[in-house]
């Protein structure tokens, strides 16, 4: 796939691998078209013909009042932005994004909550529903499931929107965990994290990061990771 540098403007190809941000086939010369959506507490960023980084996390994997710090701090710049009369630059929305991700990463990697998906059962289950439509409904790239959380680097195939392959994936494996947990309830968090990936070098940056979480939280031997490009 042909790719380009940056969020906006004109496409600049790069030959380094896997591109997820395409121009449109029938008009190749065009740059790409970006739509942001607003979800419950973050904006997300979709694109025809793009692969995402997206996270989602257990109900209980989450302290509230980091949830709260993190969407003070956006208000804030969001205001800040406001009352100088202009939007939020895409740098200061990179740089949201970052916070976000760091900020909710450090607490999900230290195991918060009751971790449902240390057990092996609740683990496979995860596994199998985001494996069952890959090359139907979009192209798993890789994934993760971590013991309160699960990354995937996924491409939406046509026809097919991330919000509703996230959607699926939840609720079949909501009703399908508890079940097995034999208890009620919330199971995931209604928000979930997604990444547009820009370029070559961001989808790399996406597949190792998933990869190696596990042993960045000190799970060794962790049975839960896939990579495509790992594959014979």
């Known amino acids: ?18 591109l997820p941000v395409a121009p449109s086939a029938s008009e190749p010369n065009t740059p790409p078209t970006f739509r942001k959506r607003r979800g419950a507490f973050l904006p997300h960023w979709t694109c025809d013909g793009a692969a995402y980084a997206a996270t989602f996390r257990l109900g209980d994997s989450l302290p509230r009042h980091v949830l709260e ?7 804030a710049l969001v205001d800040a932005a406001a009352r100088s009369a202009h939007a939020l630059s895409e740098q ?3 740089r949201l994004d970052e916070r976000h991700s760091q900020t ?3 607490y999900l990697d230290a195991g918060h909550g009751a971790c449902w998906l240390r057990e092996s059962a609740v683990a496979q289950l995860v596994a199998d529903a985001l494996r069952h439509f890959d090359g139907q409904r979009y192209q798993l790239h890789a994934w993760c499931v971590m013991p309160n959380h699960v990354h995937g680097l996924v491409e939406p ?6 919000s509703a392959i996230l959607h699926s994936w939840k609720l079949f494996t909501a009703k399908a965990a508890n079940r097995t947990l034999g ?10 994290y997604d990444h547009l990936i820009r ?3 961001d989808y790399a940056h996406a597949r190792q990061y998933g990869m190696n979480n596990p042993a960045k939280a ?3 031997n962790w049975r839960w990771v896939w990579s495509r490009e790992e594959q014979p």
């Open 183 to 192: 208890r009620t309830g919330v199971f995931w968090q209604e928000e979930y």
């Open 157 to 162: 195939l046509s026809g097919h929107g991330l």
């Open 1 to 18: 796939m042909k790719g380009m540098e940056t969020l906006g403007g004109t496409p600049k190809p790069r030959g380094t691998g896997i």
């Open 218 to 220: 000190g799970l060794n």
């Open 199 to 201: 370029d070559a070098d």
């Open 92 to 94: 200061e929305e990179k």
């Open 104 to 106: 909710i990463e450090a």
């Open 69 to 75: 710090a993190w969407l003070m701090e956006r208000r």
